[in-house]
């Protein structure tokens, strides 16, 4: 039994192939960036969250 799989042009193939490396590359770089903000961000964040000192500094106790 044969099967007959249809395939785009070998242009077409390799256009898609480099859309896909362009949108692969800008979303690792997008991934990167979010990554090392949040790393920066986490730790402020939960310091301001249980840091109990600061707390009862700002409510006159």
Not at 24 to 50: G, M, N, V, W, Y
Request: avoid cysteine; charge should be positive.
């Amino acid at each position: 039994m044969t099967l007959e799989v249809p395939l785009p042009s070998l242009s077409v193939q390799q256009a898609f192939n480099q859309l896909h490396a362009q949108v692969t590359t800008t979303l690792k770089a997008k991934r990167t960036a979010i990554r090392q903000e949040s790393a920066i961000l986490l730790p402020d964040t939960l310091e301001r969250l249980f840091n109990t000192s600061t707390q009862g500094a700002s409510h006159g106790q």
